[in-house]
Nanobody
Framework: QVQLVESGGGLVQVGGSLRLSCAAS????????MGWFRQAPGKEREFVAG????????SYADSVKGRFTISRDNAKNTMYLQMNSLKPEDTAVYYC????????????????????WGQGTQVTVSS
């Protein structure tokens, strides 16, 4: 079981930036592909970005491509999400999650493919 704690959320103006962090308590962090999800009020949880265990490959939702960057530091057991050019529609609770099926997201990026979740961090983009 992987224990995850997100941090870095907050209130930011349109066009601003935030960096989220996800600290993992696990023996071998690199054994897990990881992902970021978000959930806005009244909406389903949606995939934002994912990264392989080594950090060598990443994928993004179309809505954040070119604005968000996912990364990880396996020596620090930490994953990051750098969010630039933020928009009001990015407002949501952001969650990090550990993949259930190994170091790459070969079984897709639905929430069901992720087995451990953090408690979430609120991101609010004001216009």
């Amino acid at each position: 079981q992987v224990q995850l704690v997100e941090s870095g959320g907050g209130l930011v103006q349109v066009g601003g930036s935030l960096r989220l962090s996800c600290a993992a308590s696990v023996r071998t962090f690199s054994a897990y592909a990881m992902g970021w999800f978000r959930q806005a009020p009244g909406k389903e949880r949606e995939f934002v970005a994912g990264i392989s265990g080594s950090g060598g490959s990443a994928s993004y939702a179309d809505s954040v491509k070119g604005r968000f960057t996912i990364s990880r530091d396996n020596a620090k057991n930490t994953m990051y999400l750098q969010m630039n050019s933020l928009k009001p529609e990015d407002t949501a609770v952001y969650y990090c999650a550990a993949y259930r099926f190994g170091t790459t997201m070969w079984r897709g990026t639905s929430p069901a493919s992720f087995g451990s979740w953090g408690q979430g961090t609120q991101v609010t983009v004001s216009s």
